[in-house]
């Protein structure tokens, strides 16, 4: 090989390493592919949404109306076209005409409006705390109270103290759903009755489906029911693991409920029937648990905010299943961090689920593909409805209403910074999707685009390449980092893009080397084996840095001082690719050695591109001959020998005599240090019987090498 001079870790180009080939068809050029849910989500969606498939399309335009109050109890579109909402402003409720909200009334001593349902062309409303039906007038007036729900139930001593949900049927009769009783009640005029009496604490959303049946859900054990006026049968068609049926709205052969999990913040006195059946009864059957999807694989799928809760809020987990009219059970969509308060279905089957937090409506179409539908910046969804064809939605903490209307006409993605991890020459672009997109790049070489970055740039030579996809050459210039934005018209959709580029190659830098024995016993001397030829193995170890992670192959070199050449080890007939070797010195002459170990990221990279590192050690020893005993001799009680290594230094001695146990001994000056040493053994003054005796020494070096040597005296 042609001597070069280069410093420890010099990078070069090469084609042929030490005389190894590398394989031709090594690949350049690297791609960045977005194409999942997890991936787009990673970048920002402005009036577009992200499905559970990796697909980004246009949202909605909203209208925001501002609201009286902190939070929205109940929403109601009356079939004039009148919105109005149940506050917690003292019982008042409000209708919203343009952009403006106007109280209509107040229901004497309430909390809060939690239910509104239209029969006929009458409002209904149920209040926290109240026992009562109180009748609306949109245009203004007082609320009238129309029946009361009274009566003994086998949960509670006599009448409801809150109606927690109303809906109404096409025949005018009006359902409510009502607390602490747990019990189901219809109305038709001024006359209520129970009909249907739960053993769980209440009532908690209710709804009737176009064939005329009425289904309720309950806290604090997630029951859904349901229940024939015709037949006056009641059947219980499923029981969840959670303790709250949020809501209930219809699809096509059954109900979506929402099943949650709701934790207490502030615990109340006492245990609730749940919590009791978990500590007396721990092996009974839970009812349907939720699988929960990993976080960050879908939309909701988030993670556990802890101690960063804003304080007060409510938590809980929530799922959506589909509970059909033969009582099969399907998961369609969980939340991992919040819960679900509402629930509305499009003609289509379009399921829209609002959230208790991070101000998100889910979207859950007939395919199961889940979105984020909408995202606003109040905290939580409180009521999701339809005004008219278009979906409606009022928010807590901030109460406010907003309105769709249409397709968002100036959707945009803006892709998460891509890091190259080097500077990159980029080449085409392509995209995926529906529509007219309108695709741009930058480029920089910070992490967060800012001065300094290029302009946004659209691709040049733009052209269909079959598959629905299109590509162009990516104009923005060289750099480590790279961003794409994609404008959508009302109708498009973008499924995946993909961006070539070909990074500045880096080598695989040596960092560290070490050479040790590949085994190394402590006090040879003393072991049974101290006698037999150490193992010529040293251990060959390197630490690398490889920051663009490129297969990379190593060539091994050692010369001996003195030396001019370097001698390439065999390693094999394969490229070494990992980051050790066992040298057997066996046949490498004793002396004083450095290793050079060279680095080629050839396998990955063509012979253009290829690079190459290098790193040399600090002279070390290879040392396979063992100590010199000399002159070993015996008299007046002492033992001398002399004992000479020519590259060693002598570290070591142990004796025994006629075959007992080995003792350590020492020199004459009482220190090894050096490579010849004088031996001092002081025989025992007793214990020796008279007549011939064995003597046997051994002595090791630094190297481990072991020498023996044995000689006999007489004791008189």
Not at 1 to 21: D, I, K, N, S, Y
Not at 23 to 32: E, F, G, I, K, M
Not at 368 to 386: H, L, M, S, Y
Request: net charge neutral; proline share 5%.
């Amino acid at each position: 090989m042609r001597a070069r001079h280069l410093a420890a870790r010099a990078a070069v180009p090469v084609a042929v390493v030490c005389g190894l080939v590398w394989p031709s068809q090594a690949v350049v050029t690297s791609t960045w592919t977005v194409e999942s849910y997890a991936q787009f989500d990673s970048g920002d969606a402005t009036d577009a949404f992200i499905t559970s498939l990796g697909e980004v399309r246009p949202g909605w335009q909203t209208k925001r109306v501002d609201l009286e109050g902190d939070g929205v109890w109940s929403a109601l579109r009356t079939s004039s076209g009148a919105i109005l909402f149940g506050s917690d402003a003292d019982g008042a409720v409000y209708a919203v005409s343009g952009d403006k909200p106007k109280k209509i009334g107040a229901i004497p001593g309430a909390i809060a409006v939690v239910a509104l349902a239209e029969a006929g062309s009458t409002v209904y409303a149920g209040a926290m705390p109240s026992n009562q039906i109180w009748k609306l007038d949109p245009a203004g007036g007082k609320p009238t109270a129309v029946a009361k729900l009274d009566g003994k139930s086998k949960a509670s001593d006599g009448s409801a103290e809150t109606v927690w949900a109303l809906a109404a049927g096409k025949d005018g009769t009006l359902y409510a759903g009502t607390g602490p009783d747990g019990r189901l009640w219809s109305i038709k005029g001024s006359t209520a009755k129970p009909v249907f009496e739960t053993t769980d604490k209440r009532i908690t959303a209710v709804t009737v489906t176009s064939d005329g049946a009425v289904w309720f859900g309950t806290s604090e054990r997630a029951l859904v029911f349901r229940h024939d006026p015709r037949s006056g049968e009641t059947r219980a068609m499923a029981d969840f693991a959670g303790n709250e049926i949020g809501a209930i709205a219809e699809v096509a052969g059954g109900v979506v409920v929402a099943a949650n999990e709701l934790v207490d913040v502030v615990p109340g006195p006492g245990k609730t029937a749940a919590q009791l059946e978990s500590v007396e009864k721990p092996s009974a059957p839970k009812g349907q648990a939720a699988k929960m999807p990993d976080t960050g694989s879908k939309p909701g799928a988030d993670k556990d905010p802890g101690s960063g809760e804003r304080k007060g809020a409510r938590k809980g987990k929530g799922a959506l299943f589909r509970v059909g009219n033969d009582g099969r059970l399907e998961q369609l969509h969980a939340l991992t961090a919040t819960y679900f308060t509402s629930i509305a279905v499009d003609a289509g089957g379009s399921i829209y689920a609002a959230a208790a937090d991070k101000g998100r409506i889910y979207l859950v179409e007939p395919d199961d593909t889940v979105a984020t539908a909408f995202d606003v910046d109040e905290r939580a969804i409180a009521q999701v409805f339809w005004d008219g064809k278009q979906l409606a939605f009022t928010t807590d903490d901030t109460a406010a209403l907003y309105r769709a209307s249409g397709k968002a006409s100036a959707a945009k993605y803006v892709s998460d910074v891509y890091d190259a991890k080097s500077p990159s020459r980029w080449g085409r672009l392509l995209w995926q999707g529906t529509g007219k997109l309108v695709v741009e790049t930058r480029t920089g070489n910070t992490a967060k685009p800012d001065v300094g970055w290029s302009a946004w740039a659209a691709p040049g030579k733009i052209a269909a390449t079959g598959g629905g996809v299109q590509g162009g050459a990516i104009t923005s210039p060289p750099g480590r980092y790279l961003q794409f934005r994609v404008s959508l018209p009302d109708d498009g959709s973008l499924r995946r893009v993909t961006a070539h580029f070909v990074p500045q190659n880096a080598a695989t830098s040596i960092e560290e080397i070490t050479v040790e024995p590949a085994q190394k016993d402590s006090q040879p001397t003393l072991k049974e084996a101290g006698a037999r030829t150490r193992s010529p193995v040293l251990k060959l170890k390197w630490k690398i840095e490889n920051p663009d992670n490129d297969d990379t192959a190593y060539v091994l070199q050692v010369r001996k001082d003195g030396d001019a050449d370097w001698r390439t080890l065999a390693t094999g007939k394969a490229p070494l690719t990992a980051t050790s070797f066992d040298w057997n010195t066996e046949t490498f002459p004793d002396g004083w050695y450095r290793l050079r170990v060279t680095s080629s990221d050839a396998l990955a990279n063509s012979p253009d591109r290829a690079l190459e590192a290098q790193r040399t050690t600090p002279l070390f020893v290879v040392d396979n001959t063992r100590p010199a005993i000399d002159g070993l001799t015996v008299k007046g009680g002492k033992a001398d020998a002399r004992v000479t290594d020519d590259l060693s230094v002598i570290t070591e001695m142990a004796y025994s005599i006629d075959d007992g146990a080995w003792q350590l001994g020492t020199t004459a000056d009482g220190i090894f240090d050096d490579q010849t040493e004088t031996l001092r053994i002081d025989l025992p003054a007793t214990g020796l019987a008279k007549g011939t005796h064995t003597l046997s020494v051994r002595v090791a070096d630094a190297a481990g090498n072991v020498g023996a040597a044995t000689t006999t005296f007489v004791v008189r």
